[in-house]
């Protein structure tokens, strides 16, 4: 494991993978209720209204069904590609915002 993957934690996280839209598969056992259906009939795990997984615990930014979270969830490995690269692109959106200067 390189240094860069190794300082990621999730405990130390936003818990960004939590805003990505995870499709869910055919052997995935998520409870009904956590799930919405799209039009075009997928079903994916659903969200709170500021985009958050429902099974997100917010106080503890930690899965509330994390022994029985989908196969998308489970292949998204901390420090691998595409969590870098989440993490990147909302460092990006940081960066750009506009400073907010109190008179």
Do not use: K
Request: with cysteine; aromatic share 4%.
């Amino acid at each position: 494991m390189n240094q860069a993957t190794t300082a990621i934690s999730c405990r130390r996280c936003d818990a960004l993978c939590c805003q990505l839209p995870v499709v869910l598969q055919a052997g995935d056992t998520v409870p009904a209720h956590l799930t919405s259906q799209l039009p075009g009939g997928l079903r994916v795990m659903a969200r709170d209204p500021d985009g958050w997984c429902v099974a997100l615990d917010g106080q503890r930014m930690e899965c509330r069904i994390y022994d029985s979270r989908p196969a998308t969830c489970r292949a998204f490995a901390m420090g691998g590609s595409a969590c870098r690269a989440v993490r990147a692109e909302q460092q990006q959106r940081y960066e750009r915002a506009i400073a907010l200067e109190l008179t």
